[in-house]
Every structure is written in structure tokens, then in C-alpha cells.
């Protein structure tokens, strides 16, 4: 292993391990959606993608989820935006703050595929919300129930963008600027809206891919308005699969994703940062804190009212007819279902997922951020994570298809747990890269000298002193992993279902009870396991600041 | 007795260290002293084993050393930032090495070593729990306990603030003369480098200066560059203090040494 230059083995060898392994389960299977599209049978050629670019349905598609996508980012980026500056410069107590972040973030725990069906019972005929403000002058599927759905999704992401903007904004200018003379609008604009354009944008694209990419949103509420992500999968797994033209429109699905990083890239240089915040609280004001209170209030109502109803069809004899409260149905959507097993199946699959993608990240983070490998090796992880974060998870899941299928991986448990380790690399790779930039540069050399060989110094001294990330790493893949349908719709077999896809085939027979039950059981799921993993780390940051005492 | 027989380290095309030989009596005291970017650290980590040489020979009691790897050499390192665990408390990173080499240092050693530093009071805080000094004493204290052939010491006093400086310069001195310990301290600070070594190693663009004690290089500096950068600092430093002091001015002011510098560039 010349060619790596002077380093410890072991790094070299998770170096190889990493590589090998991510252009197994990233590369080949990317490459098998390009071979598909360009190899015909007579060698290369264009005539799938021109088949594919001379169809009607393929246009309409495309351009309806570019304008559901494009109002939904806009919708989101607003409402997130101002979600995040009313916390930043209302005077509100800290429990409220807490209060409206929670409910904010709540849709994070629920996989997209359930929103769509809590949508339809919340503004459908006999929804919570129709009853509450009336008939909807439009039909719930299609556009409306799409943009509405696809709101609630982007919400989150949206907001923690906008929110980590403006924890870099000095409310001191505030005050600046109004001895300076500005009028509302040019204070506005000085103090939270020049100063967060950056994050704005990021919000927008990001929220614009999460919609045009995702899978779960449109299979429940679309209809017969036709998007992309429902096209795809038609075309894949519909009675006359067509392999070519399905790859086809997977590749389209990266245009966007592709534009989507180079804006991102470029509007990196639109943020600024104060780099002194101060951290005197704001003064209240009786009319502005009232209209924002309103909003959340408002806000807050919008989102419980749209996921109660999740809560409350399991638990009631029959929505909406007979909602007196009994657990007869919850006992019968298990007798019913394999609830139990499938649920069971999805557990296994998270934990494995969330196992396997923390290793990887951390060795790969360790790769970039803690040898002296040579740079082409560093380059190449982050390529690897730049890569991952620009292929969709439906681009994934075919690509997969593709590539293992016919092979000892296809339906099998394994085959799931590699997609979401590959789906989602990314964010838990930057967090270890970012822990391991921070950690003191001496300290393998140190340990070293003191005797220690890579393996002790990684269990003595790395690990403990990143211990918290990875836990931080652990939990986001397990959520991430409890919630995705995207990926793993196309490689789940008929005993390798997990909840996700499940909700996906009881919809084809309306056990929307059912449905509504394993969207609780995930949801109570990934609310434990994060109480219980951030527990679990501050109550070692707790014991290791007093077992020195 | 450590020698350096005509190392050379370039990376690339890029020479780092040119040339340099020297010889460094066990039980003393060398700093390696020079404007940022000169190669101090360079020469250090080749020392250590962390860095490769591209030629030349470091060879320690007559043993060729240049090709055994960083953890047979027997030096050891205590880096500018200390590098403690904060895992870890003050004691626990103490006895590290231990836990790896039983028979480092028996338990009566590191008592001493402990006692020694005045590290005592400290042994069960955490390490955001310690001041500069005490953060480097623990590092010290450390690597003493694997009794170290050649101790390196990066920047020991750059972190640290006022009075603690005089009392870890004179703590080293203490050390190295107790256990008979070579050590080599890197540092970009002439009064630092004067007033704490038995000798001074100047490096100038990767190559040496001098070599030689404080009082030749002070009396006798041999070149414009150690007269400019170097003694011309320390004496704008004593104008002070004597100005401070309102003593009489020194005979040779530092105004003169300006001059020739103007003049000779």
C-alpha cells in the first residue's frame, strides 16, 4: 500500500475499506442506471432518452412537481423564515421558545408517506380541519393536497436552516439601526432579512429538492395529477415495468439535485456573520409579540390539528361515524395486519442501518479529518458525501434495483440496510469530519509515544472524546432510517417489509386504520429513541464532569 | 549526546531544512530558535520520528536513529497545545503511558514527579478544570513518566501568561538537571530561548545561523540577520525596562543596532 503514502496501516486499510465499500453501493449502482439508459442492445444510444423526451406523460410530470415543488419551497422558506425570527426577536419565555420549536419539528419523526394520509383525513370531506373552517373550495388530491402535504414536510428543515441563520444575527443592530433613522422596512431589511439572504436561499433549494425528490408525499395524495416521483415508479414497478425509460427519468431526477448544489455552493458566500453575538434577550413589545404569538398559535393549531388525527383513528371505533374512544380497532389492525412482524422487520433495519452508517461516517470522517493520507484520499470522501447528497433516494433505490438484483443481496434484510447507509451518508460523515477537526491534533501522536497502538488510542482517547457525536450520529440515521420510503420502496421483498412500504400496501386495500397505527407506533418509536440517546449523552457529559470531582 | 549530521528535509521541490549538523551534550538545554516559517517545527518533528527525513543522519549515543519509527526512538514530545484527554482528569493522564509499559516509572517516581511539579492539589480535576501552568505541568509530567531519552518541548511558554512563564522556565531547568534530561525546545521568543538553554540553535531559511551559547550569541552574533531580527528586539526590550526603572540608559543603545541594520539592507 505504497501508494498511501507514510501512515499507519489501519488507516490506510479503513481508507480502502471505505472506498471499496462506497463505490460498491454508490458508484456501481449509479453506473447501472447510466448503462441502462445509453446501452441498448446494439451497444450505445440515444434513443431511450429520446423516447423518453418525446412523451407527453414525461413532460407533464416533470413540470408538475417543479411547480408543486417550487410553491411548496416558497411557502416553506416564508413560514420557516418567520417562524425563526420571531423566536430571535419576540420576548417570549424560554419555554415557550422550546414549546414552538418542538411542535415545529414534530413532522421530522413521521415518515413523509403518512402526511399525505393525514392531509386527506384533515381537509378531506370529513376532516378535523374542513369541520372546523368549512368546505375547501378545491379537491384535497392533487395540487392543493401536494403543496399542503409538502409544506408540512419542508417545514422543518426550512426553519432549522432559517433558525441556525439567525443565531449568527446581533439583535444589538436592531438598535443601531433605528438611531441611524431607518423606517420599518429598511430595519427589517438590515437586521434579519440582508443578513439571513444567504440561508433564505439554501432554505428554498433545500426545500425545493426535498419536495421534487420525495416519494411518500405524492403516492398518498397525488391522485391523478401526475409527478415525478410517481412516474418512476409507475414506470418501474407498474404492470409493464420498462427498465430503460425508468432509468431515463431517473437521471432527469438529477437535474435538479445537481443545479441545486451549485446554487447552494455559490449562495454560501451571500451569508455573513456577526462574530460577536450579544446575548442580552429582546425587549418586549407589546404588538409585535402579540401578532407573532398569533402566528405560532395559528401555526401551531395548523400542524397538531393536521397530525392529531393520526393519534385519534386508532383509538376510536370507527372515524368519523362512531368516535367514541375503545382499543378494538388497534386490536384488530394487529390481528389483521402483521403490524408486529413488519414493525419488528423495520426496528432491526433502523438499528442495523444506524450501526453500520455510524461506522462507516466515523471511519470516513476519520479518513478525511484525522490522517496524513494523501489528499486525493480526503478529496475522495467528500466526493463520496457530496455524491450522496445530490442522488435522490428514488434514484438510489433503482439504481440498486439494477444493480443487485438477480445477486444473493436482492430481498434481503441486508440490501435495505446498505441503501439507507449509502442514502444517508452525508450529514452523520460531516459531523464526524467537523468533531474531528475540532479534536486536539496531538493527541494520536501522543498516545502514541505512550505506548498505545491505533486500536487503544481509538477506544481510550478518540472514541470517548467523541462520544457525543456519535451518539448524535446514531440517532439521525435511526430516525432517518424508521421514517424513508424513497430508497427502499423498490427493494423490499415480500419478507423483508417494513413499515414504511406497508403503509405503502395497505393503502391499495384503504386500512387507513392500519396505516394510522404504524405512523404511531414509528413516530412513538423515534421520539424514544432520540429522548433516550440524548439522555443517555448528557447523562455521560454529566457523570464524566463530576467522576473527576 | 544527540547529533544531527547533515539532516535535509524538503517537501517536494520545497527545501525545509538545509544542511543542518550539530551536537547536543546529554543534560543540556538546546533551543531552537527563528522567525515563523524558518523550519523549527520541521526539525523538531524529524527529530521526534514524526516527520521523514530526505537525507542525513540523527544519531542518539552512537545508535543510528534515522530509519527506527516515531516509538522506538525513546524521545518524547510535549506539544504547544499540551494535547491532554479531556476524557481523562489531571492524574489518569499522568499515568497514561503506564497502562501500555508497566515498568515506565515505579509508583514512588511518579509520586516524586508529582510532588516535583506541584501537581498534587490538582490530581483529580478535569482538565477544562486547570490554568495554562497547570495544563503544562500535567503534559510535562506525563511524558517524564515514560523517562524519555530526549525531551521536546514545542512552544512550552507561548500559552502561558506573566509569572507562570518564569516559574515553568525555571521548572524546566529544574528537570533537565535533576534527571540528566537532554531537551530541545522550539520557540520563536529570543529572550525565551537565551535565558533558558545551556545553547542557542538560530535557523534562518531551513539552514543554521548559529549555534552556539547565549552570552557567543549575544557578544559575538554572527550575522546581520541574528543582529536585526534577534538582539536587536531584546535591546528595545532592556531600553524599556531600564526606561521603566529610570535607570541609567545602557551604553550601547539599541537606536545603534537599528542603524546598522538600515545601513546593511
Known amino acids: 500500500m505504497q501508494f498511501l503514502g507514510r501512515e499507519r496501516p489501519e488507516l490506510k486499510l479503513s481508507f480502502l475499506l471505505c472506498a471499496l465499500f462506497l463505490a460498491l453501493i454508490l458508484a456501481y449502482p449509479l453506473f447501472s442506471i447510466l448503462r441502462l439508459a445509453f446501452i441498448g442492445e446494439q451497444g450505445f444510444t440515444l434513443s431511450y432518452i429520446t423516447d423518453a423526451l418525446t ?60 402526511y399525505g394520509f393525514a392531509v386527506i383525513y384533515s381537509f378531506g370531506r370529513q376532516g378535523l380541519i374542513t369541520r372546523a373552517i368549512g368546505q375547501l373550495p378545491f379537491s384535497i388530491y392533487g395540487f392543493a393536497g401536494l403543496v399542503i402535504a409538502g409544506v408540512i414536510y419542508t417545514l422543518p428543515p426550512a426553519f432549522m436552516i432559517m433558525q441556525n441563520s439567525f443565531a449568527y444575527v446581533d439583535r444589538n443592530f436592531v438598535t443601531v439601526s433605528k438611531v441611524m433613522g431607518d423606517g420599518l422596512l429598511r430595519q427589517f ?64 431526477m438529477l437535474i435538479p439535485s445537481i443545479i441545486s448544489v451549485v446554487i447552494l455552493r455559490r449562495c454560501s458566500r451571500l451569508n455573513f456573520r456577526y462574530n460577536k453575538i450579544s446575548k442580552e434577550p429582546p425587549a418586549p413589545n407589546r404588538l409585535r409579540d402579540t401578532c407573532f404569538g398569533t402566528f405560532y398559535a395559528l401555526l401551531s393549531l395548523l400542524l397538531i390539528g393536521v397530525f392529531a388525527i393520526i393519534f385519534i383513528v386508532p383509538f376510536v371505533k370507527s372515524w368519523p361515524y362512531q368516535a367514541y374512544f375503545t382499543l378494538d380497532t388497534i386490536r384488530r389492525v394487529f390481528a389483521e395486519n402483521d403490524i408486529a412482524g413488519t414493525y419488528i422487520n423495520s426496528l432491526g433495519v433502523a438499528a442495523a442501518s444506524a450501526l453500520c452508517g455510524t461506522a462507516l461516517c466515523y471511519l470516513a470522517g476519520m479518513v478525511n479529518a484525522r490522517s496524513k493520507l494523501p489528499g486525493w484520499c ?13 442522488v435522490p433516494g428514488m434514484v438510489l433505490g433503482v439504481g440498486f434495483l439494477f444493480a443487485f438484483s438477480g445477486t444473493a443481496l436482492a430481498n434481503t434484510f441486508a440490501i435495505l440496510v446498505l441503501a439507507n447507509v449509502v442514502h444517508f451518508f452525508t450529514t452523520p460523515y460531516l459531523m464526524a469530519q467537523q468533531a474531528f477537526s475540532k479534536m486536539n491534533a496531538g493527541f494520536e501522536t501522543t498516545a502514541a509515544l505512550m505506548g498505545d ?97 | 549526546m544527540l547529533e ?59 545508535v543510528d536513529l534515522s530509519s527506527v519509527p516515531m516509538k522506538k526512538r525513546g524521545f518524547n514530545i510535549v506539544f504547544q497545545d499540551f494535547a491532554l484527554f ?68 514545542d512552544e512550552p511558554l507561548s500559552a502561558l501568561d506573566g509569572l507562570i512563564k518564569e516559574s515553568i522556565k525555571e521548572r524546566i531547568k529544574t528537570i533537565a538537571r535533576q534527571f540528566n534530561l537532554t531537551t530541545i525546545i522550539v520557540t520563536h521568543d529570543p529572550e525565551e530561548a537565551l535565558s533558558l538553554s545551556d545553547r542557542v540553535l538560530i535557523l534562518n531559511n531551513g539552514k543554521v545561523a548559529q549555534y552556539a551559547e547565549p552570552k557567543t550569541i549575544i557578544h559575538a552574533p ?44
Open chain 1, 55 to 114: 412523451r407527453d406523460s414525461f413532460y407533464t410530470a416533470f413540470l408538475n412537481s417543479f411547480k408543486v415543488s417550487a410553491l411548496v419551497a416558497l411557502l416553506a422558506t416564508a413560514i420557516g423564515f418567520f417562524a425563526a425570527y420571531g423566536l430571535s426577536f419576540c420576548a417570549f419565555k424560554n419555554k415557550t421558545r422550546s414549546l414552538i420549536e418542538v411542535v415545529l419539528l414534530l413532522p421530522l419523526f413521521l415518515p413523509s408517506i403518512t
Open chain 1, 453 to 549: 497502538t491505533w486500536f487503544q488510542t481509538l477506544r481510550r482517547v478518540v472514541i470517548p472524546n467523541s462520544f457525543g457525536t456519535i451518539l448524535q450520529m446514531f440517532s439521525y440515521l435511526f430516525v432517518n432510517s424508521m421514517v424513508t420510503i424513497s430508497a427502499i420502496v423498490f427493494l423490499v421483498g415480500a419478507y423483508t417489509q417494513v413499515t414504511t412500504s406497508k403503509i405503502k400496501e395497505l393503502q391499495y386495500f384503504e386500512k387507513f386504520d392500519a396505516i394510522f397505527t404504524l405512523s404511531v407506533l414509528i413516530f412513538i418509536t423515534n421520539v424514544a429513541v432520540k429522548l433516550l440517546i440524548d439522555g443517555y449523552g448528557a447523562y455521560q457529559r454529566h457523570r464524566q464532569n463530576h467522576s473527576a470531582k
Open chain 2, 222 to 265: 554572527e550575522s546581520s540577520f541574528i543582529k536585526d531580527f534577534i538582539l536587536k528586539q531584546l535591546m528595545i526590550k532592556r531600553d524599556n525596562i531600564f526606561r521603566l526603572f529610570d535607570s541609567t540608559m545602557p551604553a550601547v543603545p539599541a537606536m545603534s543596532y537599528m542603524q546598522t541594520a538600515a545601513a546593511s539592507a
Open chain 1, 189 to 252: 431589511y438590515q437586521t434579519a432579512l440582508r443578513p439571513t439572504l444567504g440561508s433564505l436561499v439554501s432554505a428554498f433549494i433545500l426545500a425545493f429538492f426535498l419536495n421534487f425528490t420525495d416519494f411518500g408525499i405524492p403516492t398518498s395524495i397525488a391522485g391523478r395529477y401526475d409527478v415525478i416521483a410517481t412516474r418512476l415508479y409507475a414506470t418501474m414497478m407498474g404492470a409493464v415495468p420498462d427498465f430503460n425509460n425508468g432509468s431515463v427519468i431517473a437521471l432527469s
Open chain 2, 4 to 62: 544531527l549530521v547533515n539532516l535535509k528535509k524538503a517537501f517536494g521541490s520545497h527545501v525545509v531544512l538545509d544542511d543542518i549538523s550539530l551536537t547536543v551534550p546529554t543534560g543540556e538545554i538546546v533551543s531552537i530558535l527563528g522567525p515563523s516559517g524558518c523550519g523549527k517545527t520541521t526539525l523538531l518533528n524529524v527529530i521526534l520520528g514524526l516527520t521523514e527525513l530526505t537525507s542525513g543522519k540523527i544519531i542518539y549515543d552512537g
Open chain 2, 86 to 153: 479531556p476524557n481523562l482528569n489531571a492524574y489518569d493522564n499522568i499515568v497514561y503511558g503506564l497502562r501500555n509499559n508497566k515498568n515506565a516509572s515505579t509508583p514512588a517516581e511518579v509520586n516524586d514527579l508529582i510532588d516535583l511539579l506541584n501537581l498534587r492539589e490538582h490530581l483529580s480535576k478535569r482538565i477544562d478544570e486547570l490554568s495554562g501552568g497547570q495544563k503544562q505541568r500535567v503534559a510535562i509530567a506525563r511524558t517524564l513518566v515514560m523517562k524519555p531519552k530526549v525531551l521536546l518541548l
Open chain 1, 378 to 390: 480526503k478529496a475522495l470522501m467528500d466526493i463520496f458525501a457530496m455524491v450522496t447528497n445530490i
